[in-house]
């Protein structure tokens, strides 16, 4: 039995089918009292496939949330809406200072078992062990920024266009 073998062996132990390492990255504006701020974050998460059929997105960075789905993409998409949820709960009664401190905490949060199944997870894609049509990003760099954005007035702020980046597996 070779070392994805066994990967998958303990997976399946765990109640676990599949596990998929995501790299995503989004950009949102933020509003505080008194000031909006610009949020981009190049995180991770970890996908598993239960045994019971059902997807759950575990938030790696940045941690502590999760999204669950009948797919990989609905997993994703409910761990982004938390996530997000999270950075406006943040905001507010902070000042931008304090936003911006607790937005990169948020982001380093993790946890040991996430770290595990993301790095079991790259060793699968690299190994070409992962059914998948997402790109495939080779060591990906995780990273969050947070700016604060001109306030014209209270009524029409500066903010940037929502965007989102593919999601992709990281090897």
Same mark, same amino acid.
């Given at each position: 039995?070779?070392k ?6 303990? #997976? ?9 390492? &995501?790299? +995503?990255? +989004? ?7 008194? #000031? ?7 995180? /991770? ?17 940045p941690?502590?949330? /999760? ?7 609905? /997993? ?19 000042? +931008?200072?304090? !936003? ?5 905490? +948020? !982001?380093?949060?993790t946890?040991? #078992?996430?770290?595990?199944? !993301? ?6 894609? /690299? ?6 049509? &997402? ?15 001109? &306030? ?11 965007e989102?980046?593919?999601?992709? &597996?990281?090897?």
């Amino acid at each position: 039995m070779d070392k994805t073998e066994r990967m998958i062996a303990k #997976w399946r132990e765990e109640g676990i089918e599949a596990v998929y390492p &995501l790299v +995503f990255g +989004f950009q949102t504006s933020v509003r505080g009292e008194g #000031w909006v701020a610009g949020v981009d974050l190049y995180g /991770a998460t970890v996908v598993t496939k239960e045994a019971d059929g059902e997807y759950i997105a575990h938030g790696l960075k940045p941690g502590g949330v /999760a999204g669950v789905g009948s797919t990989v993409t609905e /997993a994703y998409l409910a761990y982004k809406e938390e996530v997000q949820t999270v950075l406006y709960d943040m905001a507010e009664d902070a000042s +931008f200072d304090a !936003f911006r401190e607790g937005v990169l905490e +948020f !982001f380093e949060s993790t946890d040991a #078992w996430g770290e595990e199944k !993301f790095a079991e997870g790259q060793l699968m894609v /690299a190994a070409g062990k992962v059914d998948s049509s &997402l790109p495939v990003e080779p060591k990906p760099e995780l990273r969050a920024s947070v700016v604060e954005l001109e &306030l014209r007035s209270k009524n029409n702020p500066v903010l940037p266009a929502g965007e989102s980046r593919s999601v992709r &597996l990281a090897a």
